[in-house]
């Protein structure tokens, strides 16, 4: 046999484990491998493997993963997980964070998975692979273990990298299985009191992703849900603090557990949809009870397993960190930047997209898609994108003819040019695209009808668009995901596209309305476009879009988000005297707040003013930072918007980084922000945009840094390094 898109990947028996333990040796010769062997003879066996293929134990490599006799070991330089093998199902017996020298043992001794499925374990099976490294993903290791319990079969995948402390947990079911248990809890004012120690143990069957029991009383948790469906929700992220105490449940797709007195701890991300929107729902993702922490919900029922097909449940991460909330957040950050990697020639975008002046599709054509191009050419637009109307089909949106998007394949053309706006198809555009140094993007609305039963069909059509045109970005609109037939066919969707297209294709994923995957699910996939806002309406504040990204920006990758700004001239007359209107910000001001995002101009550029063009230089500016400045890890810093507070972001690589710093409508031209630095620390700060004095200074409490700024609603990006 001969290795392909998979190697094998072993390793001798352990030595000791913790930060001393020796990495995982490849054998490139051995494409597949499956094995039950334990003991003795599976260790001699795979000596000979690696002697046969001329490489030493002691070769050194970023993942390992073994199965000696009992105990499965799976990590990397940072992290490292043990198991007892327990015949397949797994039981954690310690998780090491191994630059940071700390050792949990868990306490349990049941298995880390579990559900109602019966009691014996059989058949348990162990695989390694290696995916190879490609344009969107880095190179990773699977750790395959599968088991049947009963009549149910089940497989886990261990997934780790070379370049985060973190392993992701997915679990696949197939067979047959009576139900699964949501695990809603009981009231706790129904419980008998704190006398009857019996009765305070309380059971839950709830099914369970991941575990872990471990030592301590003095955990301070968070659990973070987030909200997406932003045309009824302009709260987007919801913090929940506190220290577990009875058995209780929580919602939300982040877990972060701090144990005071080690003064480390580990998260746990639900690689889900927003809890409001999961399937097969129970109400929590999350239990907990004193150092016992659990993720409920497969987002499968027992309706969706199949006999002769795997379904995979929501993915679970686990990762480690020790120190306070920096570190758990950059442990955190380091995982989701392996999830897609960021090309600056496919990745990076300003992107122009002409629906925010509600004219919908009824100037959509060619003459108007030509004359659109030449106004983002000023302005320094990267990408322009024809959203709904440049199709022959009618959409339900249309200001022209009410269309649907039921039964789309009884028009076999629907997804195709509209003749009558586009007479030769959208070549003429494209070319002029091309000269003007645009890429043309497109609007497109998977058929939704039988849970994406013509997927494929949907595929082909953005492929062919893909190789007669070279359009590669696509804003996917319209999806509802009420089950898992439907999550299934859309996952298809995607990697067909993906694949016959090279991996160029980008997916710009609209959250705004609908069942959708929210803020961690499909975010291989592309970017996600955030929200709907418009002058028509007087739902266009630039704090409020802030906010949304400053309050996101702490557990979701900016980066990854498309973040509006509008022609604040359109509408003026619908505010008013309203202090925090549009129309009192400059129009360098409302680009500014989407520099940490990818920049979405939500408007129509033939109708702006001719002063507003003169965003041109600044964005000119930008566009040469914009890729550095999104490989750092960008946190909010200063308060949250409001619309009268100091506040920003800070992208921190290594030594260096950028500080960008907003002075919203607030009285002092000076601001004492708390940053991400290290206290006493000298930073030369740079001015790159907006404007701001060149300095140096020492960090006080929290990094804190001064920043003047003499007029309100005004900006600065700042380069800094620190000084040795």
């Not at 690696?50 to 105990?71: E, F, H, P, V």
């Not at 973070?224 to 929940?240: I, M």
């Not at 990758?557 to 005297?577: A, M, V």
């Not at 006493?680 to 790159?688: A, E, R, T």
Request: aromatic fraction near 12%.
């Amino acid at each position: 046999m001969t290795a392909t898109n998979y190697e094998i990947n072993r390793q001798c028996p352990p030595q000791s484990f913790g930060h001393l333990l020796p990495q995982v040796t490849p054998v490139p010769i051995f494409a597949r491998i499956k094995s039950n062997l334990t003991g003795k003879v599976y260790t001699f066996l795979l000596l000979l493997l690696l002697l046969a293929a001329g490489i030493s134990c002691s070769a050194q490599d970023a993942c390992y993963s073994r199965l000696d006799q009992d105990t499965l070991t799976i990590g990397n330089q940072f992290i490292e997980r043990k198991f007892i093998w327990n015949k397949g199902n797994v039981i954690t017996h310690s998780l090491s964070d191994k630059k940071g020298r700390k050792v949990w043992l868990n306490k349990l001794k049941s298995p880390d998975f579990y559900i109602q499925a019966g009691t014996e374990t059989q058949n348990g099976q162990y695989e390694v692979l290696v995916k190879k490294d490609n344009t969107i993903h880095i190179s990773s290791q699977e750790t395959i273990i599968s088991f049947s319990i009963g009549a149910l079969d089940v497989k886990r995948v261990y997934r780790i990298n070379a370049q985060s402390a973190s392993i992701a947990g997915e679990t696949y079911l197939k067979g047959q299985l009576s139900g699964i248990s949501g695990g809603q809890q009981a009231n706790a004012a129904d419980q008998k009191n704190i006398e009857f120690a019996d009765d305070m143990k309380v059971n839950s069957s709830a099914t369970v992703l991941d575990q872990l029991k471990l030592d301590g009383y003095h955990w301070q948790v968070k659990a973070v849900e987030f909200f997406d469906v932003t045309d009824w929700n302009n709260n987007l992220v919801l913090e929940n603090k506190f220290i577990p105490y009875r058995k209780k449940g929580y919602r939300g797709n982040l877990l972060f557990a701090h144990n005071q007195e080690k003064e480390a701890g580990f998260f746990f991300l639900k690689e889900a949809p927003a809890s409001s929107v999961q399937l097969a729902y129970g109400g929590q993702d999350f239990t907990t009870e004193f150092g016992h922490f659990a993720v409920n919900g497969l987002g499968l029922s027992a309706k969706d397993i199949r006999a002769d097909e795997w379904r995979k449940a929501y993915t679970v991460v686990l990762g480690v960190y020790s120190g306070k909330e920096f570190n758990q957040l950059q442990a955190l950050r380091g995982y989701q930047k392996t999830i897609r990697k960021n090309e600056s020639q496919r990745d990076e975008m300003v992107m122009m997209n002409t629906w925010g002046d509600r004219s919908q599709d009824a100037k959509v054509k060619e003459k108007f898609s030509l004359l659109e191009l030449e106004a983002a050419a000023k302005l320094g637009i990267t990408h322009f994108q024809i959203d709904d109307g440049w199709q022959q089909g009618k959409s339900p949106n249309s200001a022209l003819a009410k269309g649907s998007f039921k039964n789309i394949w009884d028009n076999p053309n629907y997804w195709k040019p509209d003749t009558a706006k586009y007479p030769t198809g959208l070549g003429p555009v494209v070319k002029r695209g091309k000269a003007l140094g645009i890429e043309i993007c497109l609007w497109f609305n998977p058929s939704i009808q039988q849970d994406y039963a013509d997927w494929e069909k949907d595929a082909s059509a953005m492929v062919e668009l893909y190789r007669m045109y070279g359009i590669r970005t696509f804003k996917i609109d319209g999806l509802s995901i009420p089950n898992k037939q439907s999550e299934i066919n859309l996952t298809k969707m995607f990697n067909r596209a993906l694949s016959e297209t090279e991996n160029q294709a980008v997916f710009n994923l609209d959250a705004t309305a609908g069942r959708r995957g929210g803020y961690h699910l499909f975010t291989e996939y592309g970017n996600i476009f955030l929200e709907n806002r418009y002058t028509d309406w007087q739902n266009y504040y630039p704090y409020w879009t802030l906010r949304n990204l400053w309050q996101l920006s702490k557990y979701v990758p900016p980066e990854k988000l498309q973040i509006e700004f509008l022609n604040k001239w359109r509408n003026t007359d619908k505010y008013g005297q309203d202090p925090f209107a549009p129309s009192d910000y400059t129009f360098e001001y409302l680009f500014a707040i989407t520099m940490a995002a990818q920049p979405l101009a939500w408007f129509e550029g033939t109708g702006l003013p001719k002063e507003a063009l003169q965003l041109g230089e600044l964005i000119a500016k930008y566009k040469k930072v914009q890729h550095d400045f999104h490989q750092g890890t960008i946190l909010p810093i200063g308060d949250e918007p409001s619309g009268k507070s100091w506040t920003g972001f800070q992208s921190l690589l290594k030594d260096r980084g950028y500080l960008m710093v907003f002075r919203e409508n607030n009285s002092d031209a000076t601001g004492i922000l708390e940053t991400w630095l290290p206290e006493k620390v000298k930073i030369q700060l740079k001015p790159l945009l907006g404007r701001g004095k060149a300095m140096i200074q020492t960090t006080g409490r929290k990094g804190a840094l001064k920043v003047v700024l003499p007029a309100i609603n005004d900006f600065v990006m700042y380069s800094y390094t620190i000084l040795k």
